[in-house]
T-cell receptor
Framework: AQSVTQLGSHVSVSEGALVLLRCNYS??????LFWYVQYPNQGLQLLLK??????LVKGINGFEAEFKKSETSFHLTKPSAHMRDAAEYFC??????????????FGQGTTLQVKP | NAGVTQTPKFQVLKTGQSMTLQCAQD?????MYWYRQDPGMGLRLIYY???????DKGEVPNGYNVSRLNKREFSLRLESAAPSQTSVYFC?????????????FGSGTRLTVV
């Protein structure tokens, strides 16, 4: 079965500093990978996704992630944090199995705090 | 606006009461899903429906039932609510796997069982 592990339930950075949120996955087949962001009391918004095209994926709000098959990782980065980036971030992997329908498996989430 | 619509947005139930969470999508997606979100546990799949007329259990189906009424609508029912079902519930729909694969989420239902 596929699974996702997000390293660090809380990450704190200063405004302007590099953001690095870690995600490792396990999958027996080539995965689809996603990062979602959730602002307080809101739903989930897609940041970016990897669907077997380019391994470096650029998303919204200046975020990007690199798919590294050898490390089974899909870490999320942003060069310079803004206060508005404070939110909870979820990494997810598709569980395609033998069907054409992908059930998303989510990590536990990482709360990003941005300090002024 | 195209997307996934969930109702209600908030609900308080007493232990033992029943209720149905409604979800509808207007994107002509075949697949629909119900997730619950709890602090520190991410989102966990309750049930999903790969197509109209089919439903399957996810990771945490106990205490829930679902109905795929038609291609647009996928409802989640709590027959006898328990405090452990206090959570935020998200409905989602998706296109099939491929380059355009992706989920669209509803805005969520915040359920409290007292």
């Amino acid at each position: 079965a596929q699974s996702v592990t997000q390293l660090g339930s809380h990450v704190s950075v200063s405004e302007g500093a590099l953001v690095l949120l870690r995600c490792n996955y396990s999958s027996s087949v080539p995965p689809y990978l996603f990062w979602y962001v959730q602002y307080p009391n809101q739903g989930l918004q897609l940041l970016l996704k990897y669907t077997s095209a380019a391994t470096l994926v650029k998303g919204i709000n200046g975020f990007e992630a690199e798919f590294k098959k050898s490390e089974t990782s899909f870490h999320l980065t942003k060069p310079s944090a803004h206060m508005r980036d404070a939110a909870e971030y979820f990494c997810a992997v598709s569980d395609s199995g033998s069907s054409n329908t992908g059930k998303l498996i989510f990590g536990q989430g990482t709360t990003l705090q941005v300090k002024p | 606006n195209a997307g996934v619509t969930q109702t209600p947005k908030f609900q308080v139930l007493k232990t033992g009461q029943s209720m149905t969470l409604q979800c509808a999508q207007d994107m002509n997606h075949n697949s629909m899903y119900w997730y619950r979100q709890d602090p520190g546990m991410g989102l966990r799949l309750i049930y999903y429906s790969a197509s109209e007329g089919t439903t399957d259990k996810g990771e945490v189906p106990n205490g829930y039932n679902v109905s795929r009424l038609n291609k647009r609508e996928f409802s989640l029912r709590l027959e006898s609510a328990a405090p452990s079902q206090t959570s935020v519930y998200f409905c989602a729909s998706s296109v099939e796997l491929g380059q355009n694969y992706g989920y669209t989420f509803g805005s969520g239902t915040r359920l409290t069982v007292v």
